[in-house]
């Protein structure tokens, strides 16, 4: 008897916690149940917010493209070494074109990504809420800017196609170069046509170029169309002279006061990234191309430009520059000058993306050719010198002793105008190499140490990345023909030259 209330007991005992158990699943049901109508709002992290302010992301992809395409891997090392400007005098791979693939398939990555945040800020002036003419014209401008070096390095890439991955559009196709200048300068002009419309909204802290200055993005703007223009004028003058005609009398820089520099804090972590690598390389030196015709015709951006290689038995400043991609054995390292202070030794120093002095030898091309720029094509030119002596802070006296010099003075030769606008193109090292691929001013071989024979001329083009032949390749393989030796053979659609290989 006593075992069997014992057993009642049990049983009963084990009914309650069955029906506790219940009771507690059945409540903590309810609880999830409520708590998943506002589980979005209950997850958001205040301190990693999704959208951020337009004038942040215009911030970050200006300094993100000057950090990533001003610095050694994407400047020093490859384009002003193929420009003739700067070479390696230590590690010199890259400079006889022996390139890493992790580095070009960054260099892709990092374009792509900076015009997709530039997007972001492009469509969110376009809603509704959102009144910001100014700021959509400003990331316009700026992503036109990247997305001529992109095509400028690779030639074709995805345009048409391209920044619209949360369509699904993972793997873009290419446009052609001629199809992706259409829409450099169609969405140029959209981009003038919306500062000529007077918009003055404001751009915020995040304009580390200009300062919230819209007036001088609009002259950066029309600036711009005027590089594009003469990038194609020998491939398309009617079109180039459309697009000079179009900027008429909308302003465009006109001294060095309106430079779309980038000017660094100074303090870790945003130094100027030349002199952030000096801190730890002593990889570069002045390439022998530009120092030797400086040196030829009395230039005085010499000492600014270099610093002496070393000084003789009379305490002479000597300057020295290395040939591109030189061989190992044929210079002597502890001699080679080496950039100079203004450019490389300033922590708070600059970041050239576009210069007065460009815009005024692009006008005095525009103007050799007939076109009506407002000047004539000596004027055009004398001021491009100028302003670029200027800007190396040089004054009057310096300035009228070099035009002075018959092989300097205007004459309406071209290939004086062209070797004056690749001077005054120093530190930026892709529109340089840009102009001597349409040029051939100064006229250069390809470097001295290259394992790849059969060329006669530096690069043509950049490699395009391992990364979009594995993951795109059915978009890209048709642009792969003709390439050669990963650098050569096609050709930019503007680069006209003949004799070349």
């Not at 400047?75 to 074109?97: C, F, L, T, V, W």
């Amino acid at each position: 008897m006593n075992n069997l209330k014992f057993k009642n007991k049990i049983i009963m005992s084990m009914k309650k916690l069955l029906n506790i158990k219940a009771f507690l699943v059945l409540a903590l049901i309810f609880m999830m149940v409520g708590c998943t109508k506002d589980f979005e709002d209950m997850n958001i992290n205040p301190n990693e917010p999704n959208e951020a302010p337009s004038t942040n992301i215009l911030a970050y992809a200006l300094r993100y493209y000057a950090d990533n395409f001003f610095n050694a891997w994407q400047n020093m090392n490859e384009p002003s070494s193929y420009a003739g400007h700067i070479s390696k005098i230590q590690y010199i791979d890259e400079a006889r074109y022996q390139y890493r693939e992790g580095v070009v398939n960054n260099a892709w990555r990092d374009v792509y990504n900076v015009m997709n945040d530039l997007q972001k800020v492009i469509d969110k002036s376009a809603e509704d809420e959102e009144n910001t003419p100014a700021m959509k014209a400003a990331a316009l401008t700026f992503q036109m800017y990247i997305l001529q070096v992109t095509t400028d390095k690779w030639k074709a890439v995805p345009w048409s196609q391209a920044l619209q991955g949360q369509d699904g559009i993972t793997n873009p196709g290419y446009d052609e170069q001629a199809a992706v200048y259409d829409a450099i300068i169609a969405n140029l002009e959209a981009a003038s046509d919306i500062f000529a419309s007077g918009a003055d909204d404001d751009l915020g802290s995040g304009d580390i170029l200009f300062g919230g200055d819209i007036s001088k993005w609009e002259k950066f703007c029309n600036s711009l169309r005027l590089r594009v223009a003469i990038r194609i004028s020998k491939v398309d003058a009617a079109k180039a002279q459309a697009i000079f005609n179009a900027v008429g009398s909308r302003p465009v820089m006109e001294d060095n006061s309106d430079n779309a520099y980038l000017w660094w804090p100074g303090a870790a972590p945003y130094k100027e990234p030349f002199q952030e690598d000096s801190e730890t390389r002593d990889d570069h030196g002045m390439c022998n191309t530009l120092i030797d015709y400086l040196i030829e015709y009395n230039d005085p951006r010499l000492p600014v430009m270099a610093h002496p290689g070393y000084f003789d038995e009379n305490e002479n400043p000597v300057y020295l520059g290395i040939a591109a991609g030189a061989l190992d054995g044929t210079f002597d390292m502890s001699k080679i000058s080496r950039i100079g202070a203004i450019y490389r030794d300033d922590a708070a120093g600059f970041t050239p993306f576009m210069r007065v002095a460009e815009v005024m030898f692009n006008k005095a091309e525009a103007a050799a050719l007939g076109w009506n720029v407002g000047m004539t094509a000596k004027d055009a030119y004398e001021m491009g010198v100028k302003m670029s002596m200027y800007e190396n802070g040089l004054g009057d006296a310096e300035y009228d002793a070099y035009i002075a010099q018959p092989a300097i003075a205007w004459d309406g030769s071209m290939e004086k105008l062209y070797m004056q606008k690749w001077i005054c193109l120093f530190k930026d090292g892709m529109e340089a190499w840009s102009e001597t691929r349409r040029t051939d001013v100064p006229l250069m071989g390809p470097a001295e140490g290259s394992p790849y024979t059969g060329h006669n001329r530096p690069p043509f083009r950049y490699p395009y990345p391992t990364n979009e032949v594995n993951l795109n390749g059915t978009a890209i393989t048709p642009f792969l023909t003709g390439i050669v030796d990963d650098f050569w053979g096609q050709r930019m659609w503007w680069d006209t030259r003949s004799g070349v290989q």
